[in-house]
């Protein structure tokens, strides 16, 4: 079952092409981030993680980029698949000593075969 | 190892009963967090944990009582089950952060509870 609602923006795609999924971030003193993908009925995966002093950082076919100006961040996907369909959620962390994370509301990703 | 487990999986329950929700971890992680899921509105954390025998509020903790008398569990307590608590929650855990490598939760599958 879905674990997540009906409402949250969605992103469709061909399989083979990029994605670049948005995320807009509250708090200017966010020290950290993470993308996190969550497939139906199971909880949030880690993807990648960037932290402020970065404004991009590769990972196995993953790209992070943060825009503290604006305080954007994104996350893109080359050579999208099936498997990637999924919900993805960026999140900060406001307060480095406690280690909670604040998410985003996520976007829903739809990769057409 | 088996992560991060939760139980149960599926609860329903009538308004005004209490239930206790189990989460436990075998990483031998410091922190454990219990957090909600709402339709379009992502994770919200409830309490934390930063250690055996500590706790803390987080977001959302109204309606909510934890417990970590192990390292290695984390309680959530309903006392009086509401409709607004009908959610999807996930309980997670993390190791204390060392720079610089970035910290990251593990996550549970989720219980799917539904009060009446």
């Known amino acids: 079952g879905e674990s997540v609602g009906l409402h949250l923006p969605t992103l469709s795609v061909q399989e083979g092409d990029n994605s670049i999924i948005n995320c807009a971030y509250s708090?200017?003193?966010?020290?950290?981030f993470i993308w996190y993908k969550q497939e139906s009925g199971k909880g949030p995966q880690f993807i990648i993680d960037i932290r402020s002093n970065m404004d991009k950082r590769q990972g196995q076919r993953v790209t992070v980029l943060l825009n503290k100006t604006v305080k954007h961040l994104s996350l893109q996907i080359a050579a999208t698949q099936p498997g990637d369909s999924a919900v993805y959620f960026c999140?900060?962390?406001?307060?480095?000593?406690?280690?909670?994370?604040?998410f985003g509301s996520g976007t829903r990703l739809q990769v057409q075969p | 190892n088996a992560g991060v487990t939760q139980t149960p999986k599926f609860r329903v329950l009538k308004t005004g009963q209490s239930m206790t929700l189990l989460c436990a971890q075998d990483m031998n992680h410091e922190y454990m967090y219990w957090y909600r899921q709402d339709p379009g509105m992502g994770l919200r954390l409830i309490h934390y944990s930063v250690g055996e025998g500590t706790t803390a509020k987080g977001e959302v903790p109204d309606g909510y009582n934890v417990s970590r008398l192990k390292k290695q569990n984390f309680l959530l307590g309903l006392e009086s089950a509401a409709p607004s608590q009908t959610s999807v929650y996930f309980c997670?855990?993390?190791?204390?952060?060392?720079?610089?490598?970035?910290?990251?939760?593990?996550f549970g599958p989720g219980t799917r509870l539904l009060v009446l």
């Open positions: 708090n200017s003193a966010s020290d950290y």
């Open positions: 999140a900060e962390t406001l307060d480095t000593g406690r280690r909670a994370l604040t």
């Open positions: 997670a855990s993390s190791y204390q952060f060392v720079p610089p490598r970035a910290e990251t939760q593990y």
